[in-house]
C-alpha cells in the first residue's frame, strides 16, 4: 500500500523532534512543517492538466530553503539536473520494465537517489536540499513526459512522498551515524592526549 510509509516515518519523525530533540527555534519549524505536511497530505491543486499535490510544493520550498544562504554554483546546478534525471530515468524504467523492481522501486530508488546525494553533497543540508530538489524536478519531469500518452496524471504521487521520506530519513540516519563515529573517536583520543600532557 502506497503512502504508508509515509505517514509512518512522517509521525516518527514529528515525535523524534518534538520529546528528543533540544528546545529551539529549529525544533519548532521542523515539528511545524511536519505537522503541515500531514495535514495537506490530501489537498491537491489543479494545474492545466495536472494535479497537483500540495506536500510537493512544501518539500520542492524546503529544498530551495535550505540553498537559501548557500552559493548557487554552476556544479550545483549541474548536480540537480544529474540527479532529477537520475530519478525520472529510474521511474521510467520501474514503468516500462518492472521485472528488475521485484523488490520494491520505492526501496531501491530511495536508497540510489540518497546515496547519489550523500556522495555528492559536502554538508548534511546539501545533501537533504538535493534529495528534496531532485525528486521533486524528477517527479515533474516524470509526469511531463507522460502527459503525452495519459491525461489527468498527478504530481506528487504516494510513490512519491514514500520516495521523498524514505531517502530523508537514509541521509538522516547516515549523519547520526557519522556524528557517532566522530564522538567515539574523540573519546577515544581524549585518554591518549592526557597521557601524553
Known amino acids: 500500500m502506497e503512502g504508508i510509509i509515509y505517514y509512518w516515518f512522517m509521525w516518527a519523525a514529528w515525535i523524534v523532534c518534538?520529546?528528543?530533540?533540544?528546545?529551539?527555534?529549529?525544533?519548532?519549524w521542523i515539528t511545524a512543517f511536519i505537522l503541515v505536511n500531514i495535514i495537506f497530505s490530501n489537498?491537491?491543486?489543479?494545474?492545466?492538466d495536472f494535479?497537483?499535490?500540495?506536500?510537493?510544493?512544501?518539500?520542492?520550498?524546503?529544498?530551495?530553503?535550505?540553498?537559501?544562504?548557500?552559493?548557487?554554483?554552476?556544479?550545483?546546478?549541474?548536480?540537480?539536473?544529474?540527479?532529477t534525471f537520475a530519478y525520472s530515468g529510474m521511474m521510467l524504467f520501474q514503468l516500462y520494465d518492472p521485472v528488475w523492481f521485484i523488490f520494491g522501486g520505492t526501496w531501491i530508488i530511495s536508497v540510489l537517489v540518497?546515496?547519489?546525494?550523500?556522495?555528492?553533497?559536502?554538508?548534511?543540508?546539501?545533501?537533504?536540499?538535493?534529495?528534496?530538489?531532485?525528486?521533486?524536478?524528477?517527479?515533474?519531469?516524470?509526469?511531463?513526459?507522460?502527459s503525452n500518452i495519459y491525461?489527468?496524471?498527478?504530481?506528487?504521487?504516494?510513490?512519491f512522498l514514500d520516495i521523498t521520506i524514505l531517502s530523508c530519513t537514509l541521509i538522516y540516519i547516515w549523519t547520526l551515524y557519522k556524528n557517532m563515529i566522530f564522538y567515539v573517536e574523540q573519546l577515544l583520543q581524549k585518554p591518549v592526549k592526557e597521557k601524553q600532557g
Open 18 to 28: 518534538t520529546f528528543m530533540w533540544r528546545k529551539g527555534k529549529w525544533r519548532t
Open 43 to 48: 489537498s491537491f491543486i489543479a494545474i492545466a
Open 51 to 83: 494535479q497537483v499535490r500540495v506536500n510537493y510544493f512544501l518539500f520542492l520550498l524546503l529544498g530551495y530553503f535550505l540553498l537559501a544562504n548557500r552559493k548557487i554554483t554552476f556544479s550545483f546546478f549541474l548536480t540537480s539536473v544529474t540527479l
Open 114 to 146: 540518497s546515496f547519489l546525494s550523500l556522495y555528492i553533497g559536502k554538508t548534511a543540508y546539501e545533501q537533504f536540499a538535493y534529495v528534496l530538489i531532485a525528486v521533486c524536478q524528477g517527479e515533474f519531469l516524470y509526469s511531463f513526459i507522460l
Open 151 to 159: 491525461s489527468g496524471l498527478t504530481v506528487g504521487t504516494e510513490q
